[in-house]
Protein backbone atom coordinates (compact mmCIF):
# COMPACT_ATOMS: atom_id res chain seq x y z
CA UNK A 1 0.00 0.00 0.00
CA UNK A 2 1.54 3.13 -1.16
CA UNK A 3 0.18 6.24 1.11
CA UNK A 4 0.31 9.82 -0.91
CA UNK A 5 1.72 12.95 1.60
CA UNK A 6 -0.92 16.05 0.58
CA UNK A 7 1.70 18.16 2.27
CA UNK A 8 4.99 19.33 0.75
CA UNK A 9 8.11 20.07 3.90
CA UNK A 10 8.39 23.85 4.58
CA UNK A 11 11.09 25.27 6.43
CA UNK A 12 9.78 24.67 9.66
CA UNK A 13 10.33 21.02 9.35
CA UNK A 14 13.65 19.64 10.99
CA UNK A 15 15.99 18.26 9.22
CA UNK A 16 19.49 17.89 9.92
CA UNK A 17 22.39 15.55 11.03
CA UNK A 18 23.88 14.61 14.71
CA UNK A 19 27.38 12.85 15.40
CA UNK A 20 28.42 11.13 18.47
CA UNK A 21 31.32 8.81 18.86
CA UNK A 22 32.49 5.56 19.20
CA UNK A 23 29.51 3.43 18.72
CA UNK A 24 27.06 5.77 17.10
CA UNK A 25 28.57 7.58 14.40
CA UNK A 26 25.41 9.48 12.99
CA UNK A 27 21.94 10.46 12.81
CA UNK A 28 20.35 11.64 10.39
CA UNK A 29 16.59 13.25 10.42
CA UNK A 30 14.14 14.93 7.91
CA UNK A 31 11.59 13.93 5.51
CA UNK A 32 13.43 12.29 2.78
CA UNK A 33 16.64 12.00 3.66
CA UNK A 34 16.83 8.47 3.88
CA UNK A 35 17.46 8.69 0.37
CA UNK A 36 21.06 10.50 1.14
CA UNK A 37 21.25 9.21 4.32
CA UNK A 38 21.61 5.42 3.68
CA UNK A 39 24.31 5.77 1.22
CA UNK A 40 26.58 7.85 3.43
CA UNK A 41 26.41 5.89 6.40
CA UNK A 42 27.64 2.99 4.75
CA UNK A 43 30.30 4.73 3.35
CA UNK A 44 30.97 6.07 6.85
CA UNK A 45 30.92 2.52 8.36
CA UNK A 46 32.73 0.83 5.69
CA UNK A 47 30.00 -1.80 4.87
CA UNK A 48 29.43 -3.29 1.36
CA UNK A 49 25.91 -5.77 1.51
CA UNK A 50 22.79 -5.16 4.02
CA UNK A 51 20.58 -7.76 5.54
CA UNK A 52 17.31 -5.80 5.68
CA UNK A 53 15.44 -6.78 9.01
CA UNK A 54 11.91 -6.01 9.28
CA UNK A 55 8.35 -7.33 9.71
CA UNK A 56 5.70 -9.07 8.11
CA UNK A 57 3.47 -6.28 7.37
CA UNK A 58 5.83 -3.42 6.97
CA UNK A 59 7.02 -5.70 3.69
CA UNK A 60 3.39 -7.02 2.58
CA UNK A 61 1.84 -3.98 3.18
CA UNK A 62 3.26 -0.66 2.61
CA UNK A 63 6.15 0.44 -0.13
CA UNK A 64 8.19 1.43 3.19
CA UNK A 65 10.90 -2.04 2.47
CA UNK A 66 11.07 -1.47 -1.54
CA UNK A 67 11.80 1.96 -0.94
CA UNK A 68 14.74 0.85 0.70
CA UNK A 69 15.77 -2.30 -1.42
CA UNK A 70 16.13 -0.05 -4.24
CA UNK A 71 18.78 2.18 -2.26
CA UNK A 72 20.63 -0.39 -1.53
CA UNK A 73 20.54 -1.78 -4.94
CA UNK A 74 21.37 1.10 -6.76
CA UNK A 75 24.54 1.35 -4.54
CA UNK A 76 25.12 -2.66 -4.96
CA UNK A 77 24.76 -2.78 -1.43
CA UNK A 78 21.79 -5.15 -1.13
CA UNK A 79 22.02 -9.02 0.42
CA UNK A 80 18.20 -10.03 1.21
CA UNK A 81 15.18 -9.00 3.27
CA UNK A 82 14.40 -11.07 6.33
CA UNK A 83 10.54 -10.36 7.10
CA UNK A 84 9.68 -12.31 10.20
CA UNK A 85 10.78 -10.37 12.99
CA UNK A 86 7.47 -10.21 15.16
CA UNK A 87 6.18 -8.55 18.20
CA UNK A 88 8.85 -8.88 21.13
CA UNK A 89 11.12 -10.13 18.81
CA UNK A 90 10.81 -14.21 19.13
CA UNK A 91 14.34 -15.59 19.16
CA UNK A 92 13.48 -17.81 16.35
CA UNK A 93 13.20 -15.30 14.11
CA UNK A 94 17.04 -14.28 15.04
CA UNK A 95 18.23 -17.22 15.15
CA UNK A 96 16.83 -17.59 10.86
CA UNK A 97 18.51 -14.00 10.57
CA UNK A 98 21.99 -15.00 11.88
CA UNK A 99 21.83 -18.29 9.52
CA UNK A 100 20.81 -15.79 6.57
CA UNK A 101 23.19 -13.36 7.15
CA UNK A 102 26.08 -15.63 6.98
CA UNK A 103 25.05 -17.32 4.18
CA UNK A 104 24.64 -14.29 2.37
CA UNK A 105 27.95 -12.88 3.49
CA UNK A 106 26.64 -9.62 4.14
CA UNK A 107 28.14 -7.21 6.43
CA UNK A 108 25.27 -4.93 7.84
CA UNK A 109 22.01 -4.87 9.48
CA UNK A 110 19.39 -2.48 7.75
CA UNK A 111 16.72 -2.69 10.90
CA UNK A 112 13.56 -1.17 9.41
CA UNK A 113 10.01 -0.69 11.64
CA UNK A 114 9.27 -0.71 15.19
CA UNK A 115 11.77 -1.53 18.37
CA UNK A 116 11.37 -5.71 17.75
CA UNK A 117 13.10 -5.55 14.25
CA UNK A 118 16.01 -2.71 15.87
CA UNK A 119 16.22 -5.25 19.22
CA UNK A 120 16.25 -8.41 16.83
CA UNK A 121 19.23 -7.00 14.87
CA UNK A 122 21.14 -6.03 18.27
CA UNK A 123 20.92 -9.56 19.06
CA UNK A 124 22.08 -10.94 15.61
CA UNK A 125 24.86 -8.73 15.90
CA UNK A 126 25.73 -10.53 19.72
CA UNK A 127 25.06 -14.14 18.22
CA UNK A 128 27.13 -13.52 15.57
CA UNK A 129 29.87 -11.88 17.59
CA UNK A 130 29.75 -14.97 19.95
CA UNK A 131 30.04 -17.12 16.97
CA UNK A 132 33.16 -15.37 15.06
CA UNK A 133 34.49 -13.40 18.21
CA UNK A 134 36.44 -9.93 16.55
CA UNK A 135 33.83 -7.17 16.47
CA UNK A 136 29.90 -6.70 16.74
CA UNK A 137 28.07 -6.30 13.39
CA UNK A 138 27.07 -2.66 12.47
CA UNK A 139 23.59 -1.70 12.51
CA UNK A 140 21.57 0.59 10.49
CA UNK A 141 18.29 1.82 11.86
CA UNK A 142 15.35 3.04 9.93
CA UNK A 143 12.72 3.20 12.61
CA UNK A 144 9.01 3.90 11.75
CA UNK A 145 8.02 4.26 15.60
CA UNK A 146 8.77 6.34 18.55
CA UNK A 147 9.66 4.07 20.48
CA UNK A 148 13.34 4.94 20.70
CA UNK A 149 15.00 1.12 20.84
CA UNK A 150 18.02 2.43 18.38
CA UNK A 151 19.38 4.64 20.96
CA UNK A 152 20.09 1.98 23.86
CA UNK A 153 22.71 -0.54 24.66
CA UNK A 154 19.81 -2.63 25.89
CA UNK A 155 18.50 -5.59 23.61
CA UNK A 156 15.00 -7.35 24.68
CA UNK A 157 13.76 -10.80 23.09
CA UNK A 158 11.27 -13.05 23.41
CA UNK A 159 13.13 -16.40 24.61
CA UNK A 160 12.08 -19.59 23.40
CA UNK A 161 9.79 -20.02 26.76
CA UNK A 162 8.01 -16.73 25.99
CA UNK A 163 9.75 -15.34 28.02
CA UNK A 164 11.85 -11.85 28.06
CA UNK A 165 15.86 -11.75 27.68
CA UNK A 166 17.60 -8.98 28.28
CA UNK A 167 21.08 -8.77 26.84
CA UNK A 168 23.69 -5.27 27.37
CA UNK A 169 26.53 -4.39 25.61
CA UNK A 170 28.21 -1.16 24.48
CA UNK A 171 28.67 -2.34 21.19
CA UNK A 172 24.88 -3.04 20.48
CA UNK A 173 23.28 0.52 19.82
CA UNK A 174 23.27 0.93 15.95
CA UNK A 175 26.06 2.69 14.20
CA UNK A 176 23.54 4.79 12.12
CA UNK A 177 20.49 6.23 12.41
CA UNK A 178 17.56 7.22 10.26
CA UNK A 179 14.80 9.59 11.18
CA UNK A 180 12.58 10.01 7.85
CA UNK A 181 9.18 10.92 8.38
CA UNK A 182 8.17 10.08 5.24
CA UNK A 183 8.68 6.08 6.18
CA UNK A 184 6.29 6.56 8.71
CA UNK A 185 2.84 7.48 6.90
CA UNK A 186 1.66 4.43 7.16
CA UNK A 187 2.40 3.19 10.62
CA UNK A 188 -1.09 1.95 11.94
CA UNK A 189 -2.77 4.99 14.23
CA UNK A 190 -2.66 3.04 16.89
CA UNK A 191 1.27 1.78 16.93
CA UNK A 192 2.22 5.28 16.29
CA UNK A 193 0.69 6.96 18.92
CA UNK A 194 1.17 4.00 21.42
CA UNK A 195 4.57 3.87 20.76
CA UNK A 196 4.59 7.97 21.18
CA UNK A 197 3.36 7.09 24.95
CA UNK A 198 6.49 4.68 25.44
CA UNK A 199 8.91 7.63 24.26
CA UNK A 200 6.97 9.95 26.98
CA UNK A 201 7.47 6.89 29.42
CA UNK A 202 11.60 6.86 28.55
CA UNK A 203 11.34 10.83 29.09
CA UNK A 204 9.56 11.13 32.17
CA UNK A 205 11.00 7.81 33.89
CA UNK A 206 13.94 9.68 33.05
CA UNK A 207 13.35 12.49 35.19
CA UNK A 208 14.20 10.58 38.04
CA UNK A 209 16.64 7.82 36.44
CA UNK A 210 19.90 7.02 38.37
CA UNK A 211 23.21 7.90 36.93
CA UNK A 212 21.55 9.83 34.36
CA UNK A 213 23.74 12.60 33.32
CA UNK A 214 21.66 16.52 33.72
CA UNK A 215 21.63 17.15 30.10
CA UNK A 216 19.96 14.20 29.19
CA UNK A 217 17.33 15.36 32.31
CA UNK A 218 17.27 18.27 30.37
CA UNK A 219 16.16 16.84 27.19
CA UNK A 220 13.65 15.00 28.80
CA UNK A 221 11.66 17.55 29.88
CA UNK A 222 11.86 19.07 26.21
CA UNK A 223 10.77 15.44 24.99
CA UNK A 224 8.22 15.63 27.47
CA UNK A 225 6.38 19.00 26.35
CA UNK A 226 6.86 18.25 22.73
CA UNK A 227 4.94 14.82 22.74
CA UNK A 228 2.00 16.56 24.65
CA UNK A 229 2.12 19.34 21.78
CA UNK A 230 2.34 16.81 18.83
CA UNK A 231 1.31 13.89 19.60
CA UNK A 232 -2.66 15.34 19.65
CA UNK A 233 -1.83 17.38 16.23
CA UNK A 234 -0.04 14.02 14.33
CA UNK A 235 -3.77 12.07 15.85
CA UNK A 236 -5.60 14.98 14.19
CA UNK A 237 -3.65 14.87 10.82
CA UNK A 238 -1.71 11.83 10.78
CA UNK A 239 0.07 13.62 6.84
CA UNK A 240 1.42 15.74 8.15
CA UNK A 241 5.30 15.84 7.93
CA UNK A 242 6.46 18.46 10.55
CA UNK A 243 4.68 16.76 13.22
CA UNK A 244 6.13 13.21 12.98
CA UNK A 245 9.79 14.74 12.06
CA UNK A 246 9.05 16.53 15.89
CA UNK A 247 8.03 13.46 17.14
CA UNK A 248 10.81 10.90 16.02
CA UNK A 249 12.91 14.01 17.35
CA UNK A 250 10.94 14.28 20.66
CA UNK A 251 11.59 9.91 20.99
CA UNK A 252 15.38 10.28 20.39
CA UNK A 253 15.23 13.04 22.79
CA UNK A 254 14.11 10.66 25.31
CA UNK A 255 16.59 8.34 25.67
CA UNK A 256 19.09 9.99 24.53
CA UNK A 257 22.58 7.88 24.09
CA UNK A 258 24.42 8.42 26.46
CA UNK A 259 27.97 6.35 27.37
CA UNK A 260 28.33 5.45 31.38
CA UNK A 261 30.21 3.58 33.21
CA UNK A 262 27.13 1.23 33.99
CA UNK A 263 23.30 0.62 33.28
CA UNK A 264 21.33 2.91 34.53
CA UNK A 265 18.09 1.51 34.78
CA UNK A 266 14.14 2.81 34.18
CA UNK A 267 11.15 3.05 36.81
CA UNK A 268 8.87 1.38 37.88
CA UNK A 269 6.72 1.50 34.45
CA UNK A 270 8.79 -0.11 32.63
CA UNK A 271 9.83 -2.74 34.57
CA UNK A 272 5.92 -3.55 34.72
CA UNK A 273 5.87 -2.97 30.97
CA UNK A 274 8.66 -5.61 30.61
CA UNK A 275 7.13 -8.42 32.68
CA UNK A 276 3.33 -7.74 30.37
CA UNK A 277 4.52 -7.37 27.32
CA UNK A 278 5.80 -10.45 25.83
CA UNK A 279 4.02 -12.97 28.37
CA UNK A 280 0.56 -11.87 27.21
CA UNK A 281 1.20 -10.37 23.84
CA UNK A 282 0.34 -6.49 24.85
CA UNK A 283 2.65 -4.37 22.83
CA UNK A 284 5.11 -2.34 24.43
CA UNK A 285 3.28 1.42 23.75
CA UNK A 286 0.44 0.27 25.31
CA UNK A 287 1.84 -0.99 28.56
CA UNK A 288 2.69 2.45 29.06
CA UNK A 289 -0.59 3.37 28.07
CA UNK A 290 -1.77 1.13 31.08
CA UNK A 291 1.62 2.08 33.60
CA UNK A 292 2.35 5.24 33.04
CA UNK A 293 0.17 7.54 34.52
CA UNK A 294 -0.59 5.19 37.93
CA UNK A 295 2.79 4.84 38.46
CA UNK A 296 3.69 8.83 38.23
CA UNK A 297 0.72 9.27 40.52
CA UNK A 298 2.39 6.45 42.86
CA UNK A 299 5.16 8.51 43.35
CA UNK A 300 3.33 11.14 44.40
CA UNK A 301 3.19 9.51 47.82
CA UNK A 302 6.04 7.38 47.83
CA UNK A 303 9.21 9.03 45.80
CA UNK A 304 11.64 10.29 47.65
CA UNK A 305 11.59 14.57 47.80
CA UNK A 306 14.63 15.20 44.76
CA UNK A 307 12.30 12.26 42.57
CA UNK A 308 9.08 14.54 43.01
CA UNK A 309 11.44 17.37 42.73
CA UNK A 310 12.45 16.71 39.07
CA UNK A 311 8.78 14.59 38.37
CA UNK A 312 6.85 18.72 39.38
CA UNK A 313 9.22 20.56 37.32
CA UNK A 314 7.71 18.88 34.05
CA UNK A 315 5.02 21.01 34.72
CA UNK A 316 6.84 23.78 33.61
CA UNK A 317 7.14 23.11 30.50
CA UNK A 318 3.75 21.70 29.65
CA UNK A 319 3.28 25.61 30.48
CA UNK A 320 0.92 24.46 33.37
CA UNK A 321 0.44 26.34 37.25
CA UNK A 322 2.14 24.62 40.06
CA UNK A 323 -0.75 23.16 42.28
CA UNK A 324 1.55 24.45 45.54
CA UNK A 325 3.14 21.40 46.82
CA UNK A 326 5.15 18.47 45.33
CA UNK A 327 2.78 15.99 45.90
CA UNK A 328 0.32 17.67 44.21
CA UNK A 329 2.12 18.57 41.47
CA UNK A 330 3.39 15.12 40.70
CA UNK A 331 -0.36 14.28 40.98
CA UNK A 332 -0.92 16.88 38.40
CA UNK A 333 1.35 15.57 35.98
CA UNK A 334 0.19 12.09 36.47
CA UNK A 335 -3.79 12.90 35.26
CA UNK A 336 -1.62 15.47 32.32
CA UNK A 337 -0.56 12.06 31.53
CA UNK A 338 -3.51 10.17 31.67
CA UNK A 339 -5.80 13.23 30.00
CA UNK A 340 -2.92 12.51 26.78
CA UNK A 341 -3.68 8.63 27.04
CA UNK A 342 -7.38 9.34 26.62
CA UNK A 343 -7.18 12.36 24.16
CA UNK A 344 -5.25 9.97 21.74
CA UNK A 345 -7.97 6.91 22.10
CA UNK A 346 -5.69 4.68 24.09
CA UNK A 347 -7.09 4.44 27.10
CA UNK A 348 -7.25 0.46 28.15
CA UNK A 349 -6.99 -1.74 30.61
CA UNK A 350 -5.36 -4.84 31.83
CA UNK A 351 -8.69 -7.05 31.84
CA UNK A 352 -9.31 -6.00 28.02
CA UNK A 353 -5.77 -7.05 27.53
CA UNK A 354 -6.20 -10.48 28.88
CA UNK A 355 -4.49 -10.36 31.42
CA UNK A 356 -5.55 -12.56 34.58
CA UNK A 357 -6.03 -11.26 37.49
CA UNK A 358 -4.31 -14.24 39.11
CA UNK A 359 -1.14 -13.44 38.20
CA UNK A 360 -0.63 -9.65 39.04
CA UNK A 361 0.80 -10.43 42.29
CA UNK A 362 3.30 -12.43 40.50
CA UNK A 363 4.29 -9.73 37.97
CA UNK A 364 4.35 -6.92 40.78
CA UNK A 365 7.40 -9.80 41.91
CA UNK A 366 8.86 -9.93 38.90
CA UNK A 367 8.75 -6.03 38.27
CA UNK A 368 10.56 -5.60 41.51
CA UNK A 369 13.36 -7.87 41.08
CA UNK A 370 15.49 -8.46 44.13
CA UNK A 371 13.98 -5.78 46.64
CA UNK A 372 10.44 -6.80 47.60
CA UNK A 373 9.58 -4.29 50.36
CA UNK A 374 6.98 -2.42 48.18
CA UNK A 375 5.29 -5.49 46.13
CA UNK A 376 1.76 -4.69 48.33
CA UNK A 377 1.26 -1.20 46.76
CA UNK A 378 2.58 -2.34 43.34
CA UNK A 379 0.05 -5.14 43.83
CA UNK A 380 -2.59 -2.53 45.00
CA UNK A 381 -1.58 -0.63 41.88
CA UNK A 382 -2.00 -3.40 39.59
CA UNK A 383 -5.35 -4.08 41.23
CA UNK A 384 -6.44 -0.61 40.10
CA UNK A 385 -5.86 -0.62 36.48
CA UNK A 386 -7.39 -4.22 36.06
CA UNK A 387 -10.76 -2.86 34.97
CA UNK A 388 -10.77 0.61 35.06
CA UNK A 389 -9.16 2.59 32.29
CA UNK A 390 -7.13 5.26 33.35
CA UNK A 391 -7.16 6.99 36.64
Known amino acids: ?57 LREKTDVISRIETILKEHNAYGATLSEIGEHAPVSGIHNGVKLFNEIQADVFVAVGGGSP ?17 SFVKQIAIPTTLSAAEYTAGVG ?30 TPERLWLSSG ?58 LWPIKTERPSPLGLSHALGHKLGATYGIPHGITSCLTLASVIQYKAETAPEEDKRS ?28 GLVKRLGLSTSLEENKVPKADLAKIAKLALGEDQSTHPQVVELLENIYSKRGL
Open 1 to 57: MSSQITNTPSADVLTGFYSYTDTLKGVYYGPGCVNDALPKLLATIGSTKALIVTGKS
Open 118 to 134: VDAAKAMSYFIQQQRGG
Open 157 to 186: YTNEEGQKTVLMSPFLPPAGVILDAELTIT
Open 197 to 254: IRALDHAVEGLYRPLLALPAKVLGYAALADLFKYLPESKANPKDLAARQKLQVAAWMS
Open 311 to 338: LAEALFYLQEPSTGTLDGDVKKLAFRID
